[in-house]
């Protein structure tokens, strides 16, 4: 099995290492990540100058661009193979309820929405995951990964991927399957002035996890709930958003006039 690695953090970041090394045995595993990290950028694409991508070690590839850069490059001509799943992290921090729309973690894996295998999105979530700084802080997290795969991947619909949340805990509770949480509204902005007299703004925090469970789904937590008591998140996540409930009535409503 080829396996194609991209991440936000950077290609060096600590997670992605961890994640590739618990990979090895399952089959190759390639690299390609951004040269720095691009936390934030979704699914963005550079459109506006060209993409250097360049072998820094055998099989581990930095790339000038996006996340999802990496994993477009890597299935549209980079190589002379193709690859059977992409996994993308580990990324450092939570990526749980809206902060799928933003997430790099999560638009790399889209990228490999139509891959023979459903693509993944990991995140590594608790309070100081941040200051990590050695791929051994990622190692329960990267076997659980491994684990995942290696018992063969449930099947999703296509253009679907999973979004996987581990918790950094001392001792997993198991894995929920989840829905997508939401968020409050987010923190405001806050504003400062710089040493050279120019107006500055700070993007504000996000809002507090929504802790009401969702109408009609009685037995399955949202993935906050999850995370929150220990136990691996695993929501299956999709690429069409379309309201199908008001579709219908949506265009009856306007056919009128």
């Known amino acids: 099995m080829n396996i194609l690695i991209a991440n936000d953090d950077g290609v060096f970041a600590p997670g992605i290492q961890a994640l590739a090394h618990a990979l090895r045995p399952l089959g190759r595993v390639v690299i390609v990540a951004p040269e720095s990290e691009r936390s934030g950028f979704s699914s963005a694409l550079t459109l506006d100058r060209p993409l250097r991508p360049v072998e820094i070690a055998p099989n ?3 790339v000038n661009g996006t996340p999802a850069d990496c994993v477009y490059l890597s299935m549209n001509g980079l190589f002379d193979f193709e690859f059977d799943l992409v996994v993308s992290g580990i990324n450092s921090g939570a990526n749980l309820g809206d902060d799928v729309l933003y997430s790099g973690t999560v638009g790399a894996a889209f990228e490999g929405r139509l891959m023979k295998q459903p693509a993944l999105a990991v995140s590594l979530a608790g309070p100081n995951v941040r200051s990590y700084n050695n791929p051994e802080d990622y190692a329960v997290a990267a076997q659980w990964v491994h684990d995942f795969i290696a018992n063969g991947l449930p099947a999703l619909p296509a253009r679907h991927i999973f979004n996987i949340n581990i918790p950094d805990v001392a001792e997993l ?3 929920k ?3 997508q949480g939401r968020r409050l509204q987010s923190k405001p902005i806050t504003s400062h002035v710089d040493p050279r007299g120019r ?3 700070w993007i504000g925090l996000a809002g507090e996890a929504v802790a009401e469970p969702k109408k009609g789904l009685t037995h399955i937590e949202s993935d906050f709930f ?15 958003a379309t309201n199908y409930e008001i579709l219908n009535n949506l265009h009856s409503e306007l056919s009128k006039s």
């Not at 995370?227 to 999709?238: D, E, K, R």
């Open 199 to 201: 107006q500055v703004y």
């Open 177 to 179: 399957v989840t829905y």
């Open 226 to 240: 999850a995370v929150a008591n220990g136990y691996v998140s695993v929501t299956p996540i999709q690429m069409d």
């Open 60 to 62: 581990m590839w930095a």
């Open 173 to 175: 509770q198991g894995t």
